[in-house]
């Protein structure tokens, strides 16, 4: 278990009931994109569980950014944090995004606040020479984030269900041949459903990895609180924890109900 000692040192909000919240860490951690912070929330025992979030950004060992939607009790505590208070923050934890040194492209498809996580995969990515296109959806122009960050490591294309910011759709509607032919290999994080259509759409015409949100107990493997159904290499089932297994997964493992 990894306990580290943090301080906000700033938050804003970047999107509707969305925050980037900023932490520093007293000292260095080791991370990689795709790993998520388990948050304690709360001052007394009202929360008893953590909540995860996703590594958006690394400014360096100690420096990163959180985006999250505020949504229940406890992203509500957290958007009140203010610079200078105290975090109890377990992470980074769970096994992040996979690089690949020899990939020329990749595809990276995030939906609403699956967004945040590819933001530093697509830094990791152009760093190591691979070219990085992104197809991002969200429900409306007033939910639409981190499109700048993205576009300075690559392309983006962005979707919105209504149309009212880039075109309408969903992100499986951009999956056209001009964005898919000639990726390596693609990356995704969002709402089940679009996972789902990803791993029919994508699965057999290239490698992927997927990124599951299921709730989480412990964060450190010991609940079982975040079981997910995984296909084996014998052709069997088995149930793998998110937290500790994942949250990042190779595509063709994960079964989907
Ligand atoms: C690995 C991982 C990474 C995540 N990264 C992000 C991120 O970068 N940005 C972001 O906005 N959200 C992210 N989430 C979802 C985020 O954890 C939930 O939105 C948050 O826990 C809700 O807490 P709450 O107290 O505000 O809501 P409540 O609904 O009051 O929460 C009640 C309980 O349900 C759990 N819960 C509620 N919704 C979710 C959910 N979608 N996934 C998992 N647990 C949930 C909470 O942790 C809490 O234990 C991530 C989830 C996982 C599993
Ligand atoms: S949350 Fe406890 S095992 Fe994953």
């Known amino acids: 278990m990894r306990r580290v000692r943090v301080r906000v040192v700033d938050q804003h909000s970047v999107a509707r009931n969305v925050c ?8 260095p ?7 998520f912070f388990h948050i304690r929330v709360g001052e007394g025992t009202e929360h008893v569980l953590r909540r995860p979030i996703s590594l958006c950004e690394a400014a360096d ?8 939607r505020v949504i229940g009790a406890g992203t509500r505590w957290l958007a009140d944090r203010r610079p200078g208070e105290p975090l109890d923050v377990l992470g980074p934890l769970g096994k992040g995004f996979p690089l690949h040194s020899g990939d020329r492209r990749a595809l990276l498809v995030g939906g609403g606040v699956g967004v945040p996580p590819l933001v530093q995969l697509a830094r990791e990515l152009r760093r190591q ?14 939910d639409v984030m981190l499109v700048e960050e993205l576009a300075a490591r690559g392309q983006v294309r962005v979707v919105t269900e209504d149309g009212s910011a880039g075109t309408r759709g969903r992100v499986t509607d951009a999956l056209t041949n001009d964005v898919v032919d000639g990726a390596d290999r693609f990356y995704a994080c969002g709402p089940t459903p679009m996972l ?8 057999r015409r290239m490698p992927g990895y997927v990124s599951l949100e299921e709730r989480m107990g412990c964060g450190i493997g010991v609940c ?34």
């Open 61 to 68: 060992d100690r420096r990163f950014a959180l985006v999250y």
């Open 20 to 27: 980037r919240l900023w932490i520093e860490a007293e000292s």
């Open 224 to 257: 079982m609180g975040c079981a997910h159904l995984c296909r084996t290499p014998d052709g069997g089932t088995a149930y793998r924890r998110v937290c500790t297994d994942g949250p990042v997964f190779p595509v063709e493992e994960v079964v989907f109900s």
């Open 29 to 35: 951690v080791s991370w990689t994109p795709g790993q």
């Open 129 to 142: 020479g691979t070219a990085v296109i992104s197809v991002v959806g969200f429900r409306e122009a007033a």
């Open 196 to 203: 789902r259509a990803l791993q029919e759409r994508l699965g």
